[in-house]
C-alpha cells in the first residue's frame, strides 16, 4: 500500500471542498445531487464520502470557513474591506450561503455547528483596537456599532445574492464611514 | 340565495389572510399545511380556496402587502419610522418573509408578482422631498441613498428574523441618521 502523506490528504479535502462549492453555486444546495457533486468535483462519491460525511457536511465546512474569512477581515481591515469584498463575490455562492443561513432558524445542530464565539471575540478585539487607533468613533457603545456593521454586511450580501442592478460600493462604503468614523468635536 | 355584499366578501378576505399570516408565521410557509391553514383561519379549504387560487397565492398576497407597506413608511416617514417598524415586528412573520423573498431568486413568475415598480416611484419620490427639505443629504446620488437604506432595512429584517440579542434600535437610528443627514459645510 502506497504511503499516503498529510500533505495528500489535505490536497485531496481542497479538491473536494472546490468542487462542491462550484457545485452548490451552480445548483443550489437542494440541486447539488451526488451526481452532480461527482461531476464538479471529478471524483466518485466513493472517494468524496471517504473525506466527508454528508453533502450537509462539506456544505457546513465551506459555510463555516466562509463565515471566518469575512468575520477575519472585518476584525484585521474593518468593514469598508468585507463590503468591497461582498460586493466582488459570487452571487450564486451568495445565495447558497444565504438560504442556508435562513435553514439555521429552524435547526439548533445545525446552528452550533455554525456559531463560531472566538471570532466574535476577535471581532470585538478588532473593533476595540481601532477605537483605541482613532479609526472608530467612541461615542457610540461597542455592540452597537457592531450591530451596525453586521446588518449593514448582511444586507448587502442578500443585495449581492438577489442579483438586480450593481451596487456603487464607493458610495455605500463612504456612507458607512459617515457612521462609524470618529466625531470631530463641535 | 341571500345577497352577498362587498363588504361581507371583503371581510372574508381579510379574515383569511390574518388567519394564514398566523399559520404561516406559527408553522412556517412549508409546514403551513392545508389542515393548518383551516385551523388558525377556521374555515374550510373549500371556503378558503374559493376566496384564493392556492397556498402560494394567500402567500403572495401577504408578502405584497408587507412589502408595500414598508415601502410607504420608508417613502412617507423616512428610513428611522422603517427601522423601528422592523425592530418591532414579528420575527416569526419576519422568517417566513425572509424566506420567501429568498425563494424568489429562482423563481422568476413570483418575483415578477412582488414587483411593485409605482412603489420604488413612491420612494425615490418621497427621498427627494426630504432631500428638498433638508432632512436628507444631496452631496450623494439619491440612488446611493435609497441603496444604503434598503440594504440597512434589509439587514435588519435579517437580524429580528434570526432571533438572538434584542438590538439596540436607537443607537441604531443614530448612526443611520449620522449617514444620512445633510453635511454642515466645513
Known amino acids: 500500500m502506497p504511503k499516503v502523506t498529510q ?14 462549492r462550484r457545485a452548490f453555486a451552480k445548483h ?22 471517504h473525506y466527508f460525511e454528508s453533502k450537509l457536511d462539506l ?5 463555516v470557513a466562509e463565515n471566518r474569512r469575512y468575520q477575519r477581515v472585518l476584525a484585521e481591515e474593518g468593514v469598508e474591506a468585507v463590503l468591497r469584498a461582498l460586493a466582488a463575490a459570487d452571487p450564486q455562492w451568495l445565495t447558497v450561503f444565504i438560504e442556508t443561513e435562513v435553514r439555521l432558524w429552524h435547526d439548533a445542530e445545525l446552528e452550533q455547528r455554525m456559531a463560531s464565539p472566538e471570532q ?4 470585538i ?10 479609526r472608530l468613533r467612541t461615542d457610540v457603545e461597542l455592540v452597537a456599532l457592531v450591530d451596525f456593521a453586521s ?36
Open 120 to 123: 466574535e471575540e476577535l471581532l
Open 151 to 186: 446588518i449593514v454586511v448582511n444586507g448587502l450580501a442578500l443585495r449581492v445574492a438577489g442579483g438586480g442592478d450593481p451596487i456603487d460600493i464607493d458610495s455605500l462604503v463612504g456612507l458607512v464611514d459617515d457612521a462609524l468614523r470618529p466625531r470631530e468635536p463641535r
Open 28 to 49: 443550489g444546495y437542494a440541486g447539488a445531487t451526488v451526481a452532480r457533486l461527482e461531476e464538479e468535483i471529478g471524483l466518485s462519491r466513493g472517494a468524496i464520502f
Open 59 to 63: 456544505f457546513v465546512e465551506l459555510a
Open 125 to 134: 478585539a478588532g473593533l476595540s483596537r481601532a477605537q483605541a487607533e482613532g
Open 7 to 20: 500533505e495528500h490528504l489535505d490536497a485531496r479535502r481542497t479538491e473536494i471542498l472546490d468542487g462542491a
